[in-house]
T-cell receptor, first 112, second 116 residues
């Protein structure tokens, strides 16, 4: 039983570039969540999907951010025109319905 | 308003001792869930234990137990017989059921260091 996987694990990019992260949830988990964690803070909710439908978005998710889950399986999070303030750990989690969310290893983004 | 408060930025304990990590929460929703996650230096959030607001008994999972005091709105994590591998950040989180909200709200975390 594989857990949540995320790719890449680390990403270094220059300010102004676009980046895309991928999350593969636990098989058959219909809910998928994205969180952002900055240094020294707890994770903050960004958005969540039930199957392919994006049902909730945080105000943290500016118009430079877009998330998709086209077939209700894996999800992508894209950040356009990255800024230094986007440097953070991006965490993905999945759950079966309203049960326990299990997290992936995260993608650490550094914007230079 | 802060929904989850973890007042201990850091805790230091000797190996084999028990340790209590504090968590208080604020909600007006009668139905909610409380979670504890462990985050080692590698970054992954590892689920430890869950307590539902209607659960009659305190949750336990191996060496982890949750001291749930509903009237005081506290959900402290107790780790018994601590091990060196317990050194990590620990986060308390809450999920409310208001309007079907599914997000977890996390506290600031407590860094636990186990001394040999």
């Amino acid at each position: 039983d594989t857990g949540v996987s995320q790719d890449p694990r680390h990403k270094i990019t220059k300010r102004g570039q676009n980046v895309t992260f991928r999350c593969d949830p636990i098989s058959e988990h219909n809910r998928l969540y994205w969180y952002r964690q900055t240094l020294g803070q707890g994770p903050e909710f960004l958005t969540y999907f039930q199957n392919e439908a994006q049902l909730e978005k945080s105000r943290l998710l500016s118009d430079r951010f877009s998330a998709e889950r086209p077939k209700g399986s894996f999800s992508t999070l894209e950040i356009q025109r990255t800024e230094q303030g986007d440097s953070a750990m991006y965490l993905c989690a999945s759950s079966l319905g309203g049960t326990i969310p299990y997290f992936g290893p995260g993608t650490r983004l550094t914007v230079t | 308003a802060q929904k989850i408060t973890q007042t201990q930025p850091g805790m230091f304990v000797q190996k084999k001792e028990a340790v209590t990590l504090d968590c208080t929460y604020d909600t007006s929703d009668p139905s909610y869930g409380l979670f504890w996650y462990k985050q080692p230096s590698s970054g992954e959030m590892i689920f430890l234990i869950y307590q539902g607001s209607y659960d009659q008994q305190n949750a336990t999972e191996g060496r982890y137990s949750l001291n749930f005091q509903k009237a005081r709105k506290s959900a402290n994590l107790v780790i018994s017989a601590s091990q060196l591998g317990d050194s990590a950040m620990y986060f308390c989180a809450m999920r409310e059921n208001i309007q079907g909200a599914q997000k977890l709200v996390f506290g600031q975390g407590t860094r636990l260091t186990i001394n040999p």
